[in-house]
């Protein structure tokens, strides 16, 4: 099991708790740690609990790369690792319908501008219920194999879509261990 740091936990379950899964700014607690924060960050991102993501605003930035600002956002692994039960190497959830593993898996996790459809799409699929094909047609307008290919798309960004049954209704789910 991997140990995390007060300040990992701290960093990640602030993440966790904000929509678009940002670490930062910190919590005004953290306020006055710059330099330890700053390795936190760097810890997290190489236990893939955490990923670089382009991001506008400079407040949620953690470094610039030419007019390029980058942020810090929580992944799925990251979320499991706050709950207390990550393994080193986090296996793929029972009944998951593709293998994902190791920190490559989390390279394209960006998470979505707020407002897009993939953003609602996606707060639709962490619902405890999940979401059926009609609900997520309905909330973005797109059509059915739409829909479905911004699933499979999901699914190659690293998320893990159970798909289930609700009232006999094929019925689509993000897995999220704890």
Known sequence: MTKLTDMQLVLLSTAASRLDGNL???AGSLGRYGERIRRSVESLIKKAFAIEVPVNAKEQSWREDADQLFGVSITDLGRTAINGDAPEECPPPPGATKEV??????????????????????ALLQRE???????L???????????????????KKGHVIAKGKRDDVTCYSILVAG
């Open 129 to 135: 219920q999940g979401a059926t094909l009609t609900e």
């Open 137 to 155: 047609v309905d909330a973005t307008g797109w059509l059915p194999h739409t829909t479905r290919a911004a699933l499979t798309s999901l699914r």
């Open 24 to 26: 930062l700014p910190p």
């Open 101 to 122: 593993g190791g920190a490559d898996a989390f390279a394209e996790h960006v998470v979505p501008r707020n407002g897009s459809k993939v953003a609602t799409v996606l």
